[in-house]
């Protein structure tokens, strides 16, 4: 997607769902294996994506095709134990779960459960599907999720893979409104995670 079509898009979220303005954004181009969130993890999209300029965390990133709040592919790339999955936002007083080297890899989905009840501040989420699969060469898990942010009445769906590997998570999660956005970009989606590689 152009950044000019990426524009319009936002303007349409932002009137419709307060979606904030973006900024520092840099288009992905299909069919060019690059690393992700500063890490070691590739992957290879098939169409071009939109990166956000704002992180969810150290070695972490966004990409999007019609804006965030639309539909939001986020990598986390070998997250060492001991850090959590996003940026603290209130450390003292509702600290996020952290990563351990010793995580099975059903408890993959139980770590995004917990992160996002805590980073959003929503009871709403749960977590569906769960089966093991290979995820950028390692033994990993798909798992689908759903949840509503704290004070909105969106549904949205999620999808993620995630493996870990010489003790760090690798993730990969795709999220998207429930309606009509999720099923529309979900297989772009599942085709970058098909790709990815450490």
């Given amino acids: 997607m152009s950044f000019r079509r990426l524009g319009l898009s936002v303007a349409i979220a932002a009137?419709?769902?307060?979606?904030?303005?973006?900024?520092?954004?840099?288009?992905?181009?299909?069919?060019?294996?690059?690393?992700?969130?500063?890490?070691?993890?590739?992957?290879?999209?098939?169409?071009?994506?939109?990166?956000?300029?704002?992180?969810?965390?150290?070695?972490?990133?966004?990409?999007?095709?019609?804006?965030?709040?639309?539909?939001?592919?986020?990598?986390?790339?070998?997250?060492?134990?001991?850090?959590?999955?996003?940026?603290?936002?209130?450390?003292k007083n509702r600290p996020l779960p952290t990563v351990s080297a010793t995580m099975l890899i059903t408890d993959i989905p139980a770590l995004l459960e917990s992160s996002y009840r805590i980073a959003l501040g929503t009871a709403a989420m749960s977590i569906g599907t769960v089966e093991p699969v290979t995820f950028a060469g390692g033994k990993g898990v798909r798992f689908t999720y759903a949840f509503t942010r704290q004070g909105e009445t969106l549904h949205r769906r999620g999808e993620g893979r995630g493996a870990m590997i010489g003790g760090r998570l690798y993730l990969i999660t795709y999220e998207a409104p429930a309606l009509y956005y999720f099923d529309r970009s979900v297989a772009a989606a599942r085709q970058v995670a098909d790709s990815a590689r450490l």
């Fill in 15 to 91: 009137a419709l769902i307060s979606v904030p303005a973006i900024a520092g954004n840099k288009l992905i181009p299909a069919g060019t294996r690059i690393a992700v969130a500063k890490s070691t993890l590739t992957v290879q999209p098939a169409s071009e994506w939109n990166k956000l300029g704002a992180r969810p965390g150290r070695n972490a990133e966004t990409w999007t095709l019609d804006g965030d709040a639309l539909n939001d592919l986020t990598f986390y790339g070998g997250i060492d134990a001991g850090k959590p999955l996003f940026r603290e936002a209130d450390r």
